[in-house]
């Protein structure tokens, strides 16, 4: 098993990044399916936690076959998706991805969310043992670099200004100094237990999961001027319209 713990910084309040990541979530969703290929939604449904109390539990199936490594296809059936179920106590979110053919192959995470710059310690409260193995990685989303066919200048946090909110062009060290901010932090348990592959597999999921959330986050932000201002009732309406939309995208 593998654990990362990612930090994410925003310019913006844990209350405004609860909309700002639903929007995000589903346009980007919507964005990158295509017949065959990208997320299928099953469910959308409250749900109860003891202690966390309602939330929104998901159930998403991720097809995805022809947009991993030749290495990794030739090993995976051709039908084949990811399976992603999440539940959502915010500001405290669970997500479990599992394989439809893979059984011990996991990816398990746990997110908080606080207004600071990434400066807490263990927000996530883990355990000493997974404090032991923890890597800590921090996410810039102006700075870290990007994979050219994701790049778009409209999305670059450098150069863009909201109309709205004032906020942006990020500039270096910008996570010391703007304000509002806020950080995601995410512990991600990667797991295969297939032996000769476990860590290459392994650390192969940690540079996708980075990757996204990299490419996410920059979304959440530079489309703020889409979303701000929304509210949670507002986001709902259009998750609905747009999961109906992108499933129709992957099964037609």
């Not at 654990?3 to 929007?23: D, F, H, N, S, W």
């Not at 997110?111 to 043992?129: F, P, V």
């Not at 109906?244 to 995208?249: D, F, G, S």
Request: contains cysteine; charged residues 30%; negative net charge.
């Amino acid at each position: 098993m593998l654990l990362k713990e990612y930090r994410i910084c925003m310019p913006m309040t844990v209350a405004e990044y609860r909309i700002g990541q639903l929007y995000m979530i589903a346009k980007h969703s919507h964005e990158q399916s295509e017949k065959g290929e990208g997320v299928e939604v099953i469910k959308n449904e409250l749900c109860e936690h003891s202690v966390h109390g309602q939330g929104q539990f998901t159930e998403k199936r991720v097809h995805l076959s022809s947009r991993l490594p030749t290495w990794i296809q030739k090993l995976i059936p051709k039908i084949f998706y990811i399976t992603e179920k999440a539940w959502n106590y915010y500001p405290f979110t669970i997500t479990e991805y599992t394989c439809s053919f893979m059984p011990k192959f996991t990816i398990y995470i746990e997110t908080k969310y606080a207004d600071d710059n990434g400066c807490s310690e263990n927000l996530c409260n883990l355990c000493e043992s997974d404090l032991k193995e923890r890597k800590i990685e921090e996410i810039d989303i102006a700075y870290d670099e990007i994979s050219e066919k994701h790049y778009k200048e409209a999305e670059d946090p450098t150069k863009f200004v909201s109309k709205k909110t004032g906020r942006g062009p990020l500039s270096k060290g910008w996570r010391d100094i703007v304000n509002p901010i806020m950080c995601s932090y995410k512990a991600v348990k990667v797991k295969f237990e297939v032996w000769g592959l476990q860590t290459k597999v392994e650390e192969f999921t940690h540079r996708c999961i980075r990757d996204i959330l990299l490419l996410g986050h920059r979304q959440a932000f530079t489309w703020i001027d889409e979303w701000f201002g929304m509210s949670i009732e507002d986001i709902r309406d259009y998750e609905k319209k747009m999961h109906a939309e992108t499933n129709e995208k992957v099964l037609r």
